[in-house]
């Protein structure tokens, strides 16, 4: 009887994995263990790993209609998507039909683009518009670290709230922890309404985390990039073991509406409260550049960020580039990359040469063999850590915001990217790239291929869990 039942939830376990896995790999994989790994253990191996439960749980909240806005309060964020001058369309006609198809926001136009340095430049800026503020602040991080960084906005943010303002503060369950003691019941008791997406308190999700960060304020000027909040991004202060380079993005016009959204969504999954104290002032136009919002997550049906990604280097016709501090890249995004090298498109790429994260640095060594002999050129910068992460197409669009390369980003968290369709900022995005190329160091095949037996045999075997790296 045992028996019996041992073989037909094997079956069940093999038909299950057939049916569900999109990779024909994966389900062979899958089925055989089901199958021939006796008598029920394999079929409990591929429930316990090789169900997306991920995927699952968070497409149940969509579903369930935990993330989203009221209808009546979505309509103040949702204007016409504005027309490109035809110079511009042609460059990037492509580029804008991809994002077309899998995002629901429009190209919004009018928007000014300033690029910031390190906590150096971000955090000053960050802080004025927060001391400048007259109706709103919202603010979403992965992590707020309370040291003296973190106590500078704690204060600002205090302040903001104190004035009446509508002040309020998302940070991840888990990166709220990286600092003790955390920043949410700091901020509450300094009267500033603080909230943890997702706390370990409602289960032990190490991913479905919230990596997006966005700082909104009165709708009409926001901060978007890689930075969380912390002395870790003060690259000047050289006694700082901890020190990290990196970029962030202020944007000013109509664009920062959709940032907005964003934050208001992801508050109302961790409040239940989604609803403005008032309807957000329509953002002014402030410059030149084309923007749109992109939010993704394991909540969505497909990954819309590698579906963009693959869309933008397939349609690059003279160059890519791409500056990463996890770089771990799939099959379809390796094919994308080597289909472009084919086309004659010149394909660059920057990673740090020292990871805070070893183990992504392996397992990215392990990948680039099938990069470098198709003469795409890749480069380490030096230490410190570098977390700037963007990407560059042909000569009008960039794409910047919290994502990495890595499954992680692209599967497994929920993420916030920019685009920007304008010639003036890829081309101070370019000229930031060729600097740090500048002083990096170019690594080829005989490099990479003469690693010594047992590190490639360490990065072949980190290779093995990409996934979930």
Known sequence: MVGALSALFSLYSAGHALLNKRDPRSALGWVAVCLLVHPAAGALLYWLFGVNRIHTRAQRWQQRGDWGLAPHIRRFYHIQKTEMPAELKEDVAVLHAVSDRVTHRPVLGGNRVGILHNGEQ????????????????Y????????????????????????????????????????????APG?????????????????????????????????????????MNIGDRHLALNEANPRRVIDLHFQIDGPAVMQM????????????????????????A?????????ISDGPNHDFEILQLIIAGAISAARTRVQ??????????????ALTAAAFRGVEVEIILPQRNNLPYVGWASQALLWDLLQHGIRISYQPPPFVHT???????????????NLDPRSLRLNFEFNLEIYDGATVAALRKHFEEVRGRSRLTTLAEVGGRPFLIKLRDATTKLFAPYL
């Open 322 to 335: 791409i500056m990463t501090p996890y770089f771990i890249p799939d099959a379809s995004l390796i094919s």
């Open 186 to 226: 700091r901020l509450r008791k300094a009267g500033v309404r603080a909230a943890r997406f997702l706390p370990l308190s409602e289960g032990i999700y190490i991913n479905l985390r919230n990596h997006r960060k966005l700082l909104v304020v009165d709708c009409s000027v926001g901060f978007t990039g890689g």
């Open 122 to 137: 971000a955090y000053p800026a960050m802080l004025a518009a927060i001391a400048a503020a007259r109706r709103s602040v």
């Open 260 to 283: 907005e959204e964003v934050f208001l969504e992801d508050w109302r999954f961790a409040t239940g409260d989604s609803e403005p104290t008032s309807p957000p002032a329509r953002a």
């Open 389 to 403: 992460k963007y990407l560059l197409i042909d000569r009008a669009y960039a794409l910047v915001g919290s994502s």
């Open 139 to 182: 603010l979403s991080t992965y992590i707020f670290d309370t040291d003296p960084t973190g106590r500078q906005f704690i204060d600002a943010l205090a302040a903001a709230a104190a004035h009446g303002l509508d002040v309020r503060v998302l940070v991840d369950g888990v990166g709220a922890l990286y600092s003790l003691p955390p």
């Open 285 to 293: 136009g402030a410059g030149e550049a084309y923007c749109r919002g």
